[in-house]
């Protein structure tokens, strides 16, 4: 028997936004941090929970103007914030039978492998070939303005900006 297994939890955070102005000012917060530069975060939870709203507030703390568009239907769309590009990838319409294939065929080993942020809403559906996120972000409705918010940092890099992100 093989035992699966799970990257090292660092750390983990529980709290509450109490409404949208609350996940802005964790963007802006968060958006403060330069080990941000070349992180790897992915963010989880139902529809409706705020998955692409904490991106466009983060992005926007980044300095990216213009139209921000959810990635739901192109899986990638591409920013850059200035000092370091970002790709925010949404898996959503991905077969999770078959994720890790349409991942290798769109190419995305070589967006990985360059420098830059990388956000991942939905990371489940494109099986087990993501690398290793430094920061989990799982969002949960609570009603239709608080969402509960849970941290799970994997690296050092994860810790640090789980510490910025609930400050």
């Not at 039978?97 to 995305?108: K, M, N």
């Not at 990388?118 to 303005?145: C, F, T």
């Amino acid at each position: 028997m093989t035992l699966a297994l799970h990257p090292p939890i660092l750390e983990t955070r529980t709290f509450v936004w109490p409404h949208e102005a609350a996940c802005a000012a964790s963007a802006q917060r968060l958006a403060r941090v330069p080990a941000l530069a070349d992180a790897f975060i992915t963010l989880d939870g139902p529809l409706g929970a705020g998955k692409t709203t904490f991106v466009r507030h983060l992005l926007r703390a980044l300095g990216v103007t213009g139209r921000i568009k959810s990635p739901t239907f192109a899986v990638l769309e591409l920013h850059d914030a200035g000092r370091f590009g970002i790709s925010h990838f949404d898996f959503y319409r991905f077969d999770e039978e078959r994720g890790a294939r349409e991942f290798d065929d769109a190419g995305f080993r070589e967006v990985f492998a360059t420098p830059g942020l990388k956000l991942a809403e939905w990371p489940r559906r494109a099986g087990d070939v993501l690398p290793r996120p430094d920061l989990q972000v799982e969002l949960r409705l609570i009603d239709s303005d608080q969402r509960a918010v849970q941290l799970t940092a994997l690296t050092a890099r994860g810790r640090e900006l789980a510490a910025a992100f609930a400050e």
